[in-house]
């Protein structure tokens, strides 16, 4: 099992530095199980681009359309499919990461009309949909 990663914000507040997670409230109920053990925090700089947007689309944009169609998560590669067809794509296998962009943007356009909504990729945490 690999080890949860934490994005947040470093900020400067009252004079002093402090670390903003993205997803608090799981952070803290993270910390909490750790009471008492050590544990070893790695800091880095991250650039969302930096995830892939084929891991993007597959941890959010085809979960908010099959949530929408009531598909449940088993037929995620169907509402994958139904997208493609509204894309007028036929495949999305050889995809470099500049058609990865398009796609997803021309997916969020078809999504707005729908009442489909697609969080921004800085506020995903993909070990929480094990990507």
């Known amino acids: ?12 507040q009252n004079g002093k530095d402090h670390l903003k997670p993205d997803n608090p409230k799981r952070f803290l109920e993270f910390l909490a199980s750790k009471r008492g053990k050590r544990v070893q925090f790695v800091l880095s700089d991250y650039d969302p681009e930096d995830k ?17 169609m009531g598909y449940p998560k088993e037929e995620f590669y169907q509402v994958h499919n139904i997208i493609k067809e509204i894309m007028h794509v036929e495949s999305t296998k050889k995809f470099k990461s500049f058609d ?15 009442g489909i909504v697609i969080r921004d990729k800085k506020h995903i945490d993909f070990d929480e949909v094990g990507i």
């Open 1 to 12: 099992m690999r080890p949860p990663k934490w994005f947040g914000t470093v900020i400067f």
């Open 52 to 68: 892939g947007d084929r891991a993007y689309y597959f941890a959010e944009i085809v979960p908010a359309w099959a949530q929408e």
């Open 100 to 114: 990865w962009k398009e796609y997803i943007e021309g997916v969020k356009r078809q999504s707005a009309p729908r």
